[in-house]
């Protein structure tokens, strides 16, 4: 789980897809390692867990509860239902460079401000929420030689709704040691931002050296309408059986996006690139305050990724677990990501480390911040631009462990640990900006218990 994102952002990692690839995932015959003596006719097989997250320097805290009961009937045919709930809290960083002097900012609903202190970087500690979703599929023979599911997700934030559709169809060949899968999810998505969802590459309206009634007016020249986004994801996969100790899976996934992708609350610096005083500083409008930009990014996003994974046992029973996945999309980002698990068997129980490793190029319009020149007196000469650190180059680095017991076939308890370092990199500035820290690392640690029955 990658949760560095702002909880308001309607660009973060939506679960339209999820419910798509957990259900292709269990038609393409990737089990859980180890997995429980489970699916009997006529029960309920139940997962619970509670998840904590935290990022270092007071940012992103959050908490996820999730239950998942599974009903089993004859014939293999499943019925799964799954409740999520998380709140998250913190600080998130707005997109603003950090400045020599302290610099005040107007909250996502116009109704206040909040202040940076010199040299530290601009986060947003307003922004708090609570998300519930909800989602639930069917899964069932055709016959010996196909298998289907059909499966529908919702979930509601304050500013957010997000529906979803889905459904899989698998063939199996050579005595079921083959299984090819194709998948399609659709979503549409409602974004309704604290405060409206602003006009692209407008500028953020300040209070200072303004009546409210100016500052009013102006607020609302900078608003927009609620938005929708529409999702479109497709998968296909093959699944081979190897000999009895190995099982391979190859993907490809494409998803396009459609409607308002940017993150309403991400805002842009515009610095003084003119030789003087203030060379390297916050460029100062007509009015006498900073000039801050809120971010633009295209309306569509396709996405394509190619993935595989390989399970392997070894003669102690010990399971080795290795993915690989290449993403690239037309905004001009590619990214890499390896992940490798070892599970050591220890009687009744198991100690499973993990290690993951991502490589992220920078999207086309990411600009870490606009100059004045490309300001060019409030019309700007680009058409988006996005300062988003999600959006730029990034390494990753994920390490932890999970440990399981194992009390009988049917019941067991598992406590799963994982810390996260990321950093980024860029355009390090000019002048006075160049002595700032733009690209702070990000770290965060999180913990998760569950209990399986």
């Known amino acids: 789980m990658q949760l560095n994102n702002n909880s308001n952002s309607s660009s973060k990692s939506r679960p339209v897809g999820r419910a798509l690839a957990a259900a292709t995932c269990a038609l393409l015959g990737v089990q859980a390692t180890g997995s429980l003596a489970k699916g009997q006719p006529g029960e309920w097989d139940v997962e619970t867990a509670l998840l904590v997250y935290s990022e270092a320097d007071d940012r992103v805290q959050a908490a996820e509860p999730v239950i998942s009961a599974t009903r089993n009937f004859d014939g293999e045919r499943k019925l799964n239902l799954k409740l999520v709930a998380d709140t998250l809290t913190g600080a998130s960083p707005s997109g603003a460079t950090p400045s020599e002097l302290p610099q005040t900012f107007t909250t996502p609903s116009g109704n206040g401000s909040y202040q940076i202190a010199p040299r530290e970087a601009p986060l947003d500690d307003t922004f708090k929420d609570t998300r519930v979703a909800i989602s ?21 934030e304050y500013d957010y709704i997000s529906t ?45 050296n303004k009546s409210q009634a100016d500052f009013d007016q102006e607020f609302a020249a900078t608003r927009e309408s609620d938005d929708s986004k529409t999702v479109i994801d497709a998968l296909f996969g093959v699944t081979q059986v190897i000999n009895r100790q190995m099982l391979m899976q190859f993907t490809y ?23 003087g005083a203030n060379y390297g500083g916050n460029l100062i409008g007509d009015d006498g305050n900073p000039v801050y930009l809120y971010e633009q990014r295209p309306d569509t996003r396709l996405k394509q990724s190619l993935y595989w994974q390989t399970k392997y046992m070894l003669g102690n029973g010990d399971i080795v677990d290795g993915s690989y996945r290449f ?33 992220q190029s920078e999207a086309d319009f990411y600009k870490r911040y606009l100059t004045a020149s490309e300001y060019n007196a409030g019309a700007p000469v ?13 390494t990753g680095l994920t390490f932890g462990a999970k440990w399981g017991y194992r009390f009988d076939d049917d019941r067991e ?31 965060a640690m999180w913990l998760q218990l569950s209990y399986s029955f």
């Not at 889905?166 to 040691?177: H, I, Q, V």
Request: glycine share 10%; net charge negative.
């Open 413 to 443: 308890l598992a406590v799963r640990a994982e810390y996260l370092t990321q950093t980024n990199d860029g355009d390090q500035g000019f002048g006075s900006l160049a002595s700032q820290d733009l690209y702070p690392d990000t770290n």
């Open 136 to 156: 639930t599929n069917w899964e069932a023979p055709i016959n010996r030689d196909y298998a289907y599911s059909l499966g529908a997700y919702g979930s509601r």
């Open 327 to 359: 993403m690239i999309d037309d905004w001009g980002i590619t990214s890499h990501t390896l992940d490798l698990k070892y599970r050591w068997r220890l009687g009744k129980s198991y100690l499973e480390p993990h290690v993951r490793y991502y490589l």
């Open 382 to 394: 680009m058409t988006e631009a996005s300062a988003d650190y999600r959006l730029g180059e990034m």
């Open 164 to 208: 979803a559709v889905n459904g899989t169809l698998s063939r199996y060949l050579d005595n079921k040691n083959t299984t090819l899968t194709g998948g399609l999810s659709l979503g549409l998505d409602l974004v309704d931002p604290v405060g409206g969802a602003p006009v692209g590459l407008s500028r953020m309206p300040l209070s200072n």
């Open 253 to 275: 996934g494409l998803s396009y996006s459609s409607g308002y992708l940017t993150d309403p609350y991400k805002i842009l610096s515009v610095i003084d690139d003119a030789s």
